[in-house]
């Protein structure tokens, strides 16, 4: 596959894991050409999209298909998968993730940054108490704690 098929395909994929387009983004990986952790041309991952939008099922099919759970999305959109979750009070692919292994306590901005909880805490939209007892379910720790 040339490089331009597969930043083309690459972005399509990080556009139906935004959308939680689980179909769509089941059919781009069936090829097994598609990296799950090759962000799109402005940065983003596709875990990263979904997770960020709730979407749970497309979490679930981007982790399997090999997609790591703590990589940080760089670009227009920084950030870790469970960072943008937790910000969004999105619980249920807080736990997705949290099930297939992403730190609970991993602070985004290569460490420098926000961790889960207190996003949950504090959110972009937030608090979000359901998000945080999940959390703290995992073993996440106050910063500074």
Request: hydrophobic residues 40%; contains cysteine.
């Amino acid at each position: 596959m040339t490089g331009r098929k597969r930043k083309k395909l690459t972005n399509r994929l990080v556009c139906a894991a935004m959308l939680g387009d689980t179909a769509t983004v089941r059919s781009l990986l069936r090829s097994g050409r598609l990296d799950p952790e090759l962000p799109d041309a402005d940065g983003t991952t596709a875990l990263y999209a979904a997770s960020v939008h709730g979407a749970a099922s497309t979490v679930r099919v981007l982790l399997r298909a090999g997609a790591r759970p703590d990589t940080e999305s760089r670009g227009l959109t920084d950030g870790t998968p469970l960072c943008g979750a937790a910000a969004w009070g999105h619980t249920a692919t807080v736990r997705e993730l949290l099930a297939h292994g992403a730190d609970p306590d991993l602070r985004e901005d290569d460490g420098t940054g926000m961790s889960p909880l207190r996003w949950a805490r504090q959110g972009a939209s937030g608090p979000h108490p359901e998000t945080v007892a999940a959390l703290v379910a995992a073993g996440a720790v106050e910063e500074g704690s």
